[in-house]
């Protein structure tokens, strides 16, 4: 019991009193131990930040019509195959061409809540239609016709009818609320609720397109796709393939790389500790052959330099994945916008590498120190 | 029998012969001086009495074992139970206190006694630097930490090479009086030395020439007391 004591007497005493030179050795264990800690941290929350982040990038389902068209119901029948708490958002689209001033443009019916959830990532200046009579205008269109938000406009729909030459033209007025932004075609788009469609054609909603976007692996968004198709015959369902493998290879990259970055830096960490060490033992050869002359084992000398290591390993590590957090709290937030949470089993995690990698590090240096020879102290300088 | 006792004892490194059949015999409780110019072997036949070294030849027997049969395991043991050393530059780790320094041996020997440690600090006179790092010690205290050290687990045998060498006379004289006491406790001392002084209050001196025993001076006058100056 009085004899671990001492040892640990010694071992502290050897770290307090010689500062300077262990500080190298600290600095090394805890900087890798920071990047450690913050990149396996990082490792791990962002499948879930990059999950988010390319779900924003839109829908990667889509229903679309087996045979001609299809109908809400037959989107109600599609989604009961998938985990409710996987789905992001449905965006149901009908497509119609009407006229605004003699003009003729395509209009879009969707439910918005479902369109906002599944492209979030449309800007739209004003507001989102909220009711019945708002429209949402591309900015495409707006400029075509000089509209703004608060602009009234009236749009015309004529009823495509076979026997009839002249069929009656079917008008309703609108308010703009919001001009949509997205860099793509669908600025070329007039965007209406369901309901206004239906009121404007006449016609019961039937539906051309309609997008998800779903939380899940590739693997099972291809067996919903595949069950959707087989047990709901109004739908084809089909992955948007694109972007669904492109997240999962971007990530797997992202990963690899985190994974390299954090082999080589502890790699570093190691030969820094490794060349410390060796100076460390060098610059005490004649304490090591003092301690040997007082009667010190190899087993000893082994066991007090392997201590100051290990200890230096832990306070390094414990250091390191507090500033890892840090580090990875502050990636975190500037690259994907938002927080993540401390995990907890980090903290001995990284400990216990730092004191693996420390004591990995010490073993050579260590073991030259058992080959000083006591007799030195007897040999004047 | 002696205590301890070199037959014909030899170290050759390569062509030379740093001590060159020497023998020897030191009584239990004797109080030995070695002297000889620098290069003689003194040095090299303290590390063989101190089981840091083996002779290239002869026998060295302490205690009825004979060193130069053993191990360097079991030589380490024999250090460690046996001899006290002491040096010239006197060797305290740097970043342990006065007192620690002296519990590093006991740490070795046996089991660190902070009390112990301290009553040997006292026989040096040093109780009231105990807690002092040795760059914040003069050299004469320094030395007297090294004696505290070297007689804290009470050795058969006290080797002390140069112990003098870097102190001045009135450190000298401080050093040179523990051993005394030492010696009148039973302790057995050998010590080399370049001082004719500290050789004299020997009971006998030992000379070396080229790794021979060149000659050997008994101190008639020998008193157990101490005739500096
Ligand atoms: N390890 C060694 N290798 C080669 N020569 C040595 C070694 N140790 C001592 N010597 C030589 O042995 C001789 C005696 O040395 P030493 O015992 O240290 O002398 P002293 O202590 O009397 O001054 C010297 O010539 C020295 O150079
Ligand atoms: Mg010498």
Known sequence: MKKRKMYFRMITASLMRRRSRMLVALLAIMIGATILSGLVTIYYDVPRQMGAQFRSYGANMIFMAAEEDFTEQDVEQGLSYIHAEELVGVAPYRYESVRIHERSIMAAGTDMEGAKKSSPFWSVSGEWPSQSGELMVGAGVAETFRLRVGDKVTVTYTPETEQEEAALDDTLDFTVTGILDTGGSEEEYIYMSLEDMEELTGQDTVLDICELSISTDSDSLSDYAAQISEHVPGINARLVKRVTQSETTVLGKLQALVLLVTIVVLALTMICVATTMTAVVAERRKEIGLRKALGASNGSIIMEFMGEGLMLGGIGGLLGSVLGFVFAQAVSVSVFNSSISFRVLLLPVTVIVSVIVTGVACLLPIRSATNVDPALVLKGE | MSLLELKNVSKIYGELHALDHVSLNVEKGEWVAIMGPSGSGKSTMMNIIGCMDKPTEGEVLLDGMDLAKESAKSLTTIRRDKIGLIFQQFHLVSYLTALENVM???????????????????????????????????????????????LINYPEIILADEPTGNLDEANEEIVVELFRKLHEEGTTLIVVTHDPE?????????????GRLDHETINENFTGHIKLN
Do not use: F, W
């Not at chain 2, 006292?122 to 070297?150: F, I, M, N, T, Y």
């Open chain 2, 104 to 150: 590093v041996a006991q740490y070795y020997h046996s089991i660190p006694d902070e009390k112990e440690a301290m009553e040997a600090l006292e026989r040096v006179g040093l109780a009231d630097r105990a807690k002092h790092l040795p760059s914040q010690l003069s050299g004469g205290e320094q030395q007297r930490v090294c004696v505290a050290r070297a």
């Open chain 2, 198 to 210: 500290v050789a004299e209050v020997a009971q006998r001196t030992l000379v070396l020439r080229n």
